[in-house]
């Protein structure tokens, strides 16, 4: 997928004015509330129309103000899901699903209901009334619903944040699963960088009404490590493999992780704080913490009058971080062998 | 109780058949009309909110006197467009249809609009982005979300149609058997000495009728409430 949008907006005080060009199929819309964010996808789907400007989609003008060119709505096959589900109260999930599908082009309709309804898992609730669904089952219905219009692009707009976390990475499975199926790009709108560094490749940055910048999720998150206590969360997707002593034991490439919060689940992803690595320059005789990593430091970066360090173990990285004068003690820099401790507990499972 | 004569019956039924005419010709022009107000923001809006409004707090018969002014033989609409047309409305029933009709049109309208506000927007934008256009949107979404409001506009416009003098007694007149509605029989035997038993009756016929079209109000409410 291939955008160009320059766009001008002004909604009474605020003001949108963003230029930017992206292609790919994940894309990741960043910024805190009220940046303009949802204003700019609006104005993408059509359901704003921008003072003036230029919106392309594939090589295809969709919105020129010059020309006085403005694609409407339908005709976009933009579309859209919400924070909150929007399911028409007035009809049956089965009818919700195939609102969009019954007003596309019959030559488009690739995506059909029956595979569908196994991808989402949602074939049981065909003939209920959305008022007798749960939050997460609304949600999985909203999506099938977008996917069933077959659109050329899909932007989901903070679609996990009225859902409690162990249903919110359930929901990522089958949105990227689905996605993924049926090789539908979207835009991924979150204030979430979990979410964001989940879901997609590259991130477009809004803020102020502004496009700032574009970077993969990774740049992004070692970008905003010194706003947050926690600073660089590590993600890592890992393999169970067996219990031992009542911890868990995971696969990481090639080394083994002791978890105390790990589910007898084949996979499961977890996230780790860089300040909850330690590092070491020698190995330690004996240890409480269970996880011993040796590795070498692959990068060293600074974040905000601290540094970030990135260590290689086999062909996983981590990142870690340490204030200055330990990195000063330690000799930490490029290529140097050291040794990450790791406690048990410091893994949180994200689903 | 008295026996009621032949005008007597042909009033009950004249306000019942003037009242459901008066609702059903309104209902297009009252769901577009709020569909506008409450949809889309265009010059003029508040100008079209006067107009439509201007009939609830005008004396209706005011409303009945501008009425015959514009539909007479020398008015704005009658001489120049039914007159031609050899359609005769001043004094005929035709005429208590449409003094009802604006009368009650204001009442049909803020019905019909509570109703589209309480719809959520979001609901409106899904069905665009899923490739519903304007007036599919407006079929398949809005107008069944905003049911409830448009049954009670109409029931409104109704019971406030089967109640209308002011603007009719202008406009239409009071011939027996040919405009004369309830009210207007009422306040003729009001009028003279011996009718009171018979007001009364007619009293009995209208409080009927009411609590007929309440229970029934209740009843299609609880039904789409059930749905929607």
Redesign the interface.
């Known amino acids: 997928m291939k955008l160009s949008m320059g766009v001008y907006k002004r909604f009474g005080s605020f003001q949108l004015d963003a230029d930017f060009e992206i292609d790919g199929d994940r894309i990741g819309i960043f910024g805190p509330s009220g940046s303009g964010k949802s204003t700019l996808m609006g104005l993408l789907?059509?359901?704003h129309r921008p003072d003036e400007g230029t919106i392309l989609l594939n090589g295809e003008t969709i919105f020129d103000s010059r020309k006085g060119l403005n694609v409407?709505?339908?005709q976009r096959?933009?579309?859209?899901v919400?924070q909150?589900p929007?399911l028409?109260?007035?009809m049956s999930v089965k009818r919700n699903l195939l609102?969009?599908y019954r007003?596309?082009p019959s030559d488009c309709r690739t995506i059909r209901l029956e595979s569908l309804l196994e991808v989402l898992q949602i074939g049981h609730l065909l003939d209920r009334g959305v008022a007798h669904l749960s939050g997460g089952e609304r949600q999985r219905v909203a999506i099938g619903?977008?996917l069933l219009?077959n659109p050329r692009l899909l932007i989901m707009d903070e679609p996990l944040s009225g859902l409690d976390d162990s249903l919110k990475f359930q929901i990522i499975d089958f949105i990227k699963n689905a996605c993924g199926t049926y090789r539908i790009p979207y835009l991924f709108i979150s204030h979430s960088q979990v979410e964001t560094r989940i879901m997609t490749d590259r991130v477009l940055i809004v803020e102020g009404g502004r496009v700032t910048g574009l970077m993969t999720a990774d740049e992004l998150a070692r970008a905003r490590m010194k706003d947050h206590i926690a600073g660089y969360i590590n993600l890592l997707k890992l393999r169970h493999i067996r219990n031992v002593h009542g911890m868990s034991v995971y696969e990481w490439g090639d080394r083994q992780l002791f978890i105390s919060a790990g589910e007898d689940r084949p996979e499961d992803i977890f996230e780790l704080s860089s300040a909850e690595i330690i590092l070491c320059k020698r190995h330690p005789d004996a240890i409480s913490a269970r996880n011993l990593l040796r590795c070498r430091v692959s990068d060293v970066f600074e974040t905000g009058g601290r540094l970030g360090v990135e260590l290689a173990c086999g062909k996983e990285r981590l990142v870690a971080e340490i204030v200055r004068k330990a990195g000063e003690d330690l000799g930490i820099r490029k290529g140097v062998k050291i040794y990450a401790v790791i406690k048990a507990t410091a893994f949180r499972r994200l689903r | 109780m008295p026996g009621f004569t032949a005008a007597d019956y042909s009033a009950i039924l004249l306000s019942v058949k003037v009242a459901i005419t008066a609702t059903l010709l309104s209902l297009p022009a009252g769901f577009a009309v709020a569909y506008l107000m409450t949809f889309i923001s265009f010059r003029g809006k508040i100008v079209l909110d006067g107009i439509v409004n201007l009939p609830l707090t005008l004396p209706p018969v005011v409303v009945g006197y501008l009425l015959l002014l514009l539909l007479g033989r020398n008015g704005l609409i009658g001489g120049t467009l039914l007159q031609p047309l050899g359609i005769e409305v001043i004094f005929t029933w035709k005429a208590a249809v449409i003094a009802t009709a604006v009368v009650g049109f204001p009442l049909m309208v803020r019905s019909i609009r509570v109703g589209m506000e309480a719809i959520?927007r979001?609901?409106i934008?899904?069905?665009?982005?899923?490739?519903?256009?304007r007036l599919?949107a407006v079929i398949?979404?809005i107008l069944?979300?905003s049911l409830r409001g448009i049954i009670a506009g109409s029931v409104l416009m109704f019971a406030r149609g089967l109640g209308e003098f002011g603007a009719t007694i202008v406009v239409a007149g009071n011939i027996p058997g040919v405009t004369q509605t309830i009210p207007l029989a009422i306040y003729e035997y009001a009028g003279y000495p011996g009718g009171e038993a018979m007001a009364m009756a007619l009293c009995g016929v209208s409080i009927a009728i009411s609590v007929i079209v309440l229970i029934s109000h209740e009843w299609i409410g609880r039904r789409t409430g059930r749905?929607?």
């Open positions: 789907a059509g359901l409407p709505v339908p096959r933009i579309s859209m919400f909150r929007h028409f109260p007035h609102y969009g007003r596309c619903r977008a219009s | 959520d979001g609901l934008q899904a069905s665009r982005t899923l490739g519903a256009g599919d398949t979404v069944p979300l749905t929607v």
